[in-house]
């Protein structure tokens, strides 16, 4: 048997409900194969309902978690999520400059699911500018994709704006849009490239964004190519929303642990 799982090296926030951030990476990454290792980014205080607050981890901190990985383990593909912080930003930036050869999947996470913001006014600008000029696989969902680039009348055109700016393939997620199915749409190359659209489900998720993002890392850490890991992902991201459920008060969870829970 192969002992040898491939690492995924994850920056992401810490979500206290357990349905989205490291949490929701470390599920994942692990169901589909995979070693999450974890840089925590910043400490939020959220439910399934919202966020209430949040507070960065100092960016020294950040670079001393990931440079211990980094300097012990085979990192594969990182993953970024929740950054918290311009400073931080910077910090990862100059851990991908270092490490050009490992790719990166970036979900930019800027909102929580109910629109509460997760970083500073100047973080989207700090992204644009220092990331995701690294970033292999960008996967906004319409809103983040708007955000990152206002200019752009319509999400194809944000799309092609995202890839100007240096990031090798755009999947802009369609939740957020008010059409009867979710359609997600990838670019590369300044085209669409592919189209996958899902069954709309009856429910509010709390993960899904962070779900997809470590699914297609991990698929990418396993040697599939960058087309194949994501409609993989997407279809595994899909199967645990499908299968989600309801522990609190608020929004529902994915299942990412493959079998359905006994109760809605």
Same mark, same amino acid.
């Given at each position: 048997?192969?002992?040898?799982?491939?690492?995924?090296?994850?920056?992401?926030?810490?979500?206290?409900?357990?349905?989205?951030?490291?949490?929701? &990476?470390?599920?994942?990454?692990?169901?589909?194969?995979?070693? =999450?290792?974890?840089?925590?980014?910043?400490?939020?205080?959220? &439910?399934?309902? &919202?966020? *209430?607050?949040?507070?960065?981890?100092?960016?020294?901190?950040?670079?001393?978690?990931? @440079?211990?990985?980094?300097?012990?383990?085979?990192?594969?593909?990182?993953?970024?999520?929740?950054?918290?912080?311009?400073?931080? $930003?910077?910090?990862?930036?100059?851990?991908?400059?270092? #490490?050009?050869?490992?790719?990166?999947?970036?979900?930019?996470?800027?909102?929580?699911?109910?629109?509460? &913001?997760?970083?500073?006014? =100047?973080?989207?600008?700090?992204?644009?500018?220092?990331?995701?000029?690294? /970033?292999?696989?960008? +996967?906004?969902?319409?809103?983040? $994709?708007?955000?990152?680039?206002?200019?752009?009348?319509?999400?194809?055109?944000?799309?092609?704006?995202?890839?100007?700016?240096?990031?090798? #393939?755009?999947?802009?997620?369609?939740?957020?849009?008010?059409?009867?199915?979710?359609?997600? @749409?990838?670019?590369?190359?300044?085209?669409?490239?592919? /189209?996958?659209?899902?069954?709309?489900?009856?429910?509010? #998720?709390?993960?899904?964004?962070?779900?997809?993002?470590? $699914?297609? =890392?991990?698929?990418?850490?396993?040697?599939?190519?960058?087309?194949? *890991?994501?409609?993989? =992902?997407?279809?595994? +991201?899909?199967?645990?929303?499908?299968?989600? #459920?309801?522990?609190?008060?608020?929004?529902?969870?994915?299942?990412? @642990?493959?079998?359905?829970?006994?109760?809605?």
């Amino acid at each position: 048997m192969d002992t040898n799982l491939p690492v995924v090296l994850v920056f992401a926030g810490h979500d206290p409900s357990g349905g989205a951030g490291i949490q929701a &990476d470390i599920e994942t990454i692990a169901s589909q194969g995979g070693h =999450a290792a974890t840089v925590i980014t910043a400490l939020t205080v959220q &439910d399934t309902r &919202d966020i *209430a607050g949040f507070t960065p981890v100092d960016a020294m901190h950040v670079l001393a978690q990931a @440079r211990a990985v980094l300097e012990d383990m085979p990192v594969a593909v990182i993953k970024l999520g929740m950054l918290g912080s311009v400073e931080n $930003a910077e910090a990862i930036h100059s851990i991908l400059t270092d #490490y050009p050869e490992i790719p990166v999947v970036f979900d930019p996470v800027l909102a929580s699911g109910r629109g509460s &913001d997760l970083g500073a006014a =100047a973080l989207p600008a700090a992204i644009k500018t220092l990331l995701l000029p690294l /970033t292999r696989v960008l +996967t906004p969902n319409s809103l983040e $994709a708007r955000t990152l680039a206002p200019e752009a009348d319509t999400l194809s055109a944000c799309a092609l704006a995202l890839l100007d700016r240096g990031v090798d #393939y755009v999947l802009i997620t369609g939740s957020h849009e008010p059409s009867p199915q979710v359609v997600n @749409r990838l670019f590369h190359a300044q085209e669409l490239v592919d /189209t996958c659209s899902w069954e709309r489900l009856p429910h509010s #998720y709390h993960g899904s964004g962070c779900t997809l993002a470590a $699914a297609i =890392a991990v698929h990418l850490a396993r040697g599939q190519d960058p087309l194949t *890991a994501i409609r993989a =992902a997407q279809q595994f +991201t899909w199967q645990s929303l499908q299968r989600g #459920y309801r522990p609190g008060l608020g929004q529902h969870l994915p299942n990412r @642990r493959g079998s359905a829970p006994d109760r809605d």
